[in-house]
């Protein structure tokens, strides 16, 4: 693998980068909760308005040594080495030598391309590749924790335990979405295994100790602390802890430790412009793998909730444009044939409460719904016209579901021709012709973005040319007279921005456009 920089990397020996655009990240440091207490906020307000500097209580932060916990955890702690069979060049690219030749066997010694192995699998043009990885033991009877990408595609998985013994091991389930992969290792004898902890406790400024197989080079512990908590990279069901103990390609799946010697993350990827450590590694929160864990370990596959909903976070000024006085919670973008569309949900609400919590955002819903169990109801309320909504949903199943959602249609009507230019974009009406260059369905009512002027607010918020905007203020459009009644009605309502819904390459997401004076 060739790193470039700003590079997300699965820390493994086999690992795959992963962009994280500047706007992905200014995005989450915006969104990013903090870990100071009330409290202690208080406290250091009230040093200020004194004029004092801040103080860090009076105690020992620095261990002596990590020795005695590492001794402690190390027995559970595995290094896993998979192999795959994978293609090898056919016969004709290499030399051509007749079977059994004295030349093949010369030529297959120095590893010439094309000469295959004299055994079955060298007849079938195949040969053997290695991957390394980590992993950790979570119950007496041989279950064992790893990433799914350290063994995704492996035909054999060998486990090598602290004290030298090498086993087999076999795939209970695994769940890409989260990175993690069951495996059970036979034998009579039981093995020493660690535990869970709780990751929501983890501090940023906490001490937690890696372990696993960096490179290759066996067992191997660094220490860190918590740099960040409830970090996402590029997954539906992200929540990391951001650490800067030292972990390399290796080091996937392997625990991360708090100082009593429970698992409070998996080591899974690392930022990095070289490919090696810099300081800035990420471990999923045990809070999601437990849960994924248990239901690996019951049914050999993950059985999450599903709305059926595309959401996304409510800003300030899409909560202005809608009238609404909400500072949180997840809106509804679109809503398809389902759950939510039974329970009646509708595009435009807003969730601010799931299963009797408060909803802060939409990567919380997310969670939230994957956690609950499918079919079973469960209470949801929504702001609707800035008005609280309440309602009963019952929940299916989203591995059942997944790619089988079908989008809401725009009500369709006589459009006009021509273009037009508003808030910063010349736009023209969306037709068959153009909705099948956008490879968009050819139904599909809107109004389609032809140019965006670069210094203008639609710029700003993202929009490009390709984009079909087919709601405004809550309302289809299927004209341009339609979008100019709309900015009218926001405007005499006192209202600075409209609400417009975007579609890009079919993905739905709402945008709050300011609106111009008169």
């Known amino acids: ?272 412009p070289t490919g090696g450590s810099i300081g800035i590694g990420f471990s999923m929160a045990s809070n999601v793998v437990t849960k994924v864990v248990d239901q690996l370990q019951e049914y050999g596959e993950t059985r999450r909730g599903w709305l059926g909903v595309s959401i996304q976070d409510l800003t300030p000024d899409m909560a202005e444009a809608m009238g609404m006085d909400a500072s949180g919670g997840a809106m509804i973008s679109e809503v398809m044939d389902g759950p939510a569309k039974d329970a009646g949900l509708e595009a435009g609400d807003v969730v601010i409460e799931f299963a009797g919590g408060p909803v802060a955002d939409s990567g919380e819903l997310v969670r939230r719904v994957a956690d609950s169990p499918a079919g079973e109801p469960v209470q949801i309320a929504v702001l609707r016209d800035d008005e609280r909504v309440e309602m009963q949903v019952t929940l299916g199943r989203r591995e059942l579901a997944e790619g089988q959602g079908t989008a809401s249609s725009v009500t369709a009507g006589n459009p006009d021709d021509g273009n037009s230019d508003m808030m910063g974009m010349s736009l023209s009406v969306l037709t068959p012709e153009i909705a099948s260059e956008l490879g968009a369905p050819g139904d599909m009512k809107g109004l389609v973005v032809r140019e965006v002027a670069p210094d203008s607010p639609a710029a700003e918020k993202g929009l490009a040319a390709g984009d079909v905007i087919v709601e405004a203020g809550q309302q289809p459009l299927v004209a341009l007279s339609d979008l100019e009644t709309q900015i009218s009605t926001a405007r005499d309502a006192g209202r600075k921005s409209i609400l417009l819904l975007i579609r890009r390459a079919g993905e739905p997401r709402f945008v709050a456009l300011p609106i111009q004076e008169d």
């Open 1 to 272: 693998m060739k790193p470039i920089s700003r590079n997300v990397l699965t820390a493994s020996a086999l690992a795959l980068s992963i962009g994280l655009g500047v706007a992905g990240a200014q995005q989450a440091a915006e969104n990013e909760p903090t870990d100071i207490s009330p409290e202690v906020q208080q406290q250091a307000q009230e040093a200020a308005n004194q004029n004092q500097p801040l103080q860090a209580p009076a105690t020992q932060v620095m261990p002596d040594s990590f020795a005695d916990l590492v001794e402690q955890v190390a027995p559970a702690v595995v290094n896993i080495t998979t192999v795959s069979v994978v293609s090898q060049p056919a016969f004709g690219q290499g030399p051509n030598f007749p079977e059994g030749s004295p030349f093949s066997d010369l030529f297959r010694d120095f590893g010439i391309p094309g000469i295959p192995d004299s055994g079955p699998e060298g007849r079938r043009g195949q040969q053997r590749s290695n991957a390394l990885g980590s992993g950790f033991v979570i119950s007496a009877d041989g279950f064992i924790v790893t990433n799914n990408h350290v063994i995704e595609g492996a035909d054999e998985i060998e486990i090598e335990f602290y004290s030298g013994e090498k086993k087999p091991a076999e795939v209970i389930g695994t769940d890409p979405k989260t990175d993690i992969a069951l495996l059970k290792v036979m034998s009579d004898e039981n093995f020493p295994f660690v535990e869970f902890g709780d990751s929501d406790t983890a501090r940023m400024g906490d001490w937690v100790l890696a372990m696993g197989n960096p490179l290759g080079q066996g067992f191997s512990a660094s220490t860190g602390i918590v740099s960040a908590r409830n970090r996402e990279l590029a997954g539906t069901y992200d929540d990391y802890l951001q650490t800067d103990a030292a972990i390399n390609r290796g080091n996937s799946g392997g625990p991360l430790f708090d100082m009593q010697g429970r698992v409070v993350g998996v080591n899974t990827a690392i930022l990095s």
